[in-house]
């Protein structure tokens, strides 16, 4: 069982129940997740992960594309309910990156930690970014990418998120050690309980998306 289905596994053992606006879900608080280059290897072979729309979406991300428009043109639905533009979400942020990548590389200082924090929790937004900080640390030569996030949908978002902070890793001049999520609320919606089960089955699984 890869480090992904554990953490899966353990919602399923040891979670709380919750009722919030989208509906039932079964919970976890302050969990860790550290990824060896292996671990994510067999993530992602072993996961179904969209990784062309992921990577595409991160791109648009980090152009500072607004328009749901412009993610449907790439396949990417999920962002529709947001209304037609994304109001202080991810590319608000993630629109910086670029430019801390091209820092990063130019610099490679072993005694800095290089930080993107995503979301304000004083600006209106129509969909507040789940992952909240992202740190770069050099650790003997290796990137070491370290990642905060408020609330992680197991199912859905958890994986994609993991894609990207990979994507984000690659664009860095350095082999990497390790990703670590640390998740605040790590959660799975009461109708994917059963498609979780049966993920950890081994059988193939489409999980349906939870929004409001």
Request: aromatic share 10%; hydrophobic share 35%.
């Amino acid at each position: 069982m890869n480090k992904y289905h554990q953490i899966l596994n353990k919602i399923l053992e040891k979670g709380s129940i919750q009722q919030n606006k989208k509906g039932s879900i079964i919970y976890l608080l302050n969990q860790k997740l550290e990824l060896k280059p292996y671990d994510l290897l067999e993530l992602f072979e072993g996961h179904p992960v969209a990784r062309k729309k992921l990577k595409d979406e991160l791109g648009l991300f980090m152009a500072g594309e607004r328009s749901t428009e412009a993610y449907r043109d790439i396949g990417v639905s999920w962002w529709d309910y947001c209304g037609p533009i994304l109001v202080n979400s991810y590319p608000t942020y993630l629109e910086k990156l670029p430019k801390l990548i091209e820092k990063i590389n130019n610099e490679k200082r072993t005694s800095k930690n290089y930080v993107l924090f995503l979301g304000s929790n004083d600006t209106e937004s129509n969909q507040h970014p789940c992952l909240s900080l992202i740190q770069f640390q050099i650790d003997n030569g290796k990137l070491v990418l370290t990642a905060y996030q408020r609330s992680s949908d197991a199912n859905l978002g958890l994986p994609a998120d993991i894609y990207h902070l990979y994507l984000i890793a690659k664009q860095i001049n350095l082999k990497l050690k390790s990703i670590t999520l640390f998740l605040g609320n790590v959660h799975v919606y009461e109708n994917n309980i059963e498609g979780t089960k049966q993920l950890l089955n081994g059988d193939a699984v489409k999980f349906a998306l939870n929004v409001g």
